[in-house]
């Protein structure tokens, strides 16, 4: 499969339905911004080092995700508004695993 | 007050590139920064980091980027002001401008080169409601003056390389020092880590863990926070709460400056200068955009380069100038230096 299908819900509540290549390796974060879901400058500050949290979303679907990192786990405990369900974007590879995959995106700090 | 030819608010890798373009023009350049040290996103999120993308360097660390556009130009003896905000913009008669930081400090000149990245940094807050009521009441999240310690009892919360720095250093000063993080495991260098396990055994330094503050308890001023471990809540008596979660990047004042922004950065005409829709006030690096706009260093440093030429024809409308190579003409600091190519030796064969 080239495409995958995720819905994510934009921080002001909407929800789009979108596509996104599995073989470009990209990473959620960088499909929310090529999608323009939150505004340039409130996403992906670091770039998608773990070193921001501006990515981090609430995984609402129960796909099998793989582990969190140790740098994911490190920048979450230092990040705000997180949940059971956080995850950071940036950490997330786009692949066939995350097909269907439901996500809200977590409000700006 | 501090005049220059080219004020540059925000001194990371674009702003610091500026100073030499100006200088080989003969511009003299001031930067303001509010951190308190030069090199923008480079030196303050990720200075031990390798950049594989800047021409001719096929692997610089940030940090020695930094350093490096430091050295080139020293020369040109650039002002700092540095660990203030440009807060306030005025535009005078003579249409020149006066830029003044959150601190009173005041800039005049005829050019303004607004190389803010993606902003100002500025210390993360955590979500507590009521914090806000307490800020410089107990609560500080940039340690500015370690005697207003002394002998107070000190909460800090935070997970990395500050938190531990100033829980350790703080220990010699204050009453009493807690630290609270989130997990047991902390992001920082491991001497670090080691000295604040050495207090804690010590018993100078009470840490709490995994736990988080989540709220602030006071009248009027700070009197204790209250801590929530697991499913157990508590109170914590203190004086000051110090919530140290690093800094982030926020456009600030400059949104409300009158300037055209799209994308959370400043429109400007990338055909011809990176000047914004105020005459003499230009935009350059990752603080702008324009069709097709990609936010890199080598893109910031050409941007620069056009912007210079731009504020010359400005500031000297009736000057004739052409773009001469450094190799050409050398580097001529306005420190007396001069740099210059050694000149071809000529020697007859017999
Ligand atoms: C983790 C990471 C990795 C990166 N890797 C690369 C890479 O490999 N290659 C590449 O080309 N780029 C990379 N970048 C991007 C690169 O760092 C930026 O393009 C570059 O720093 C932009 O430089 P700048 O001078 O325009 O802005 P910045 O570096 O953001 O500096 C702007 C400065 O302006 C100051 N400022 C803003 N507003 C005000 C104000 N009102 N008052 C006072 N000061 C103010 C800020 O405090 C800041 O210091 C990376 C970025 C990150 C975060
Ligand atoms: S983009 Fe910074 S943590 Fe993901």
Redesign the pocket.
Known sequence: MQDITLHITDREGVEHNIQAPTDMNMNLMEVIRSYELAPEGTIG???G?A??ASCQCYIESDHDLPEQNYDEEAMLAEAFHVKENSRLGCQLFISDALHELKLTLAPEE | MIKTDILI????????FAVFEAGLLKLKCHL????PQ?????S???PK?P????PAFPEVL?GDLVDNLMKQIEAFQPGFTLG????TIEKLEDDTFIVT?NKGTKHHAPVVA????????EPRKPPITNIGDYEDHGVEYIIRDPEMYRGKKVVIAGGGDSALDWSIFLTDIAESVTLVHRRNEFRGALDSVDKVQELKDAGKIELITPAEVIDVVGNGKVEGVSVKRGAEVFNKECDHFIPLFGLA?K????ADWGLEIEKNAIVVNNALDYQTNIPGIYA????NTYPGKL??????FHEATLMCQSAYKRIFPDKRYVMKYTTVGGVEGFDGSKKEAPKAVIKAIN
């Open positions: 500050i670091c770039g080092m070193m921001c | 608010i925000g001194a990371g890798p674009t702003g610091l303001i920064d509010a951190l030069p090199g923008g996103q480079c303050e999120i990720y980091k950049i594989y993308d800047i940030a203030e905000r440009a807060q930081t607004i190389a803010g990245g993606l902003g100002s940094f990047p456009l600030g004042p400059i350059i690096g990752d603080v936010k890199l260093i080598l893109c910031g």
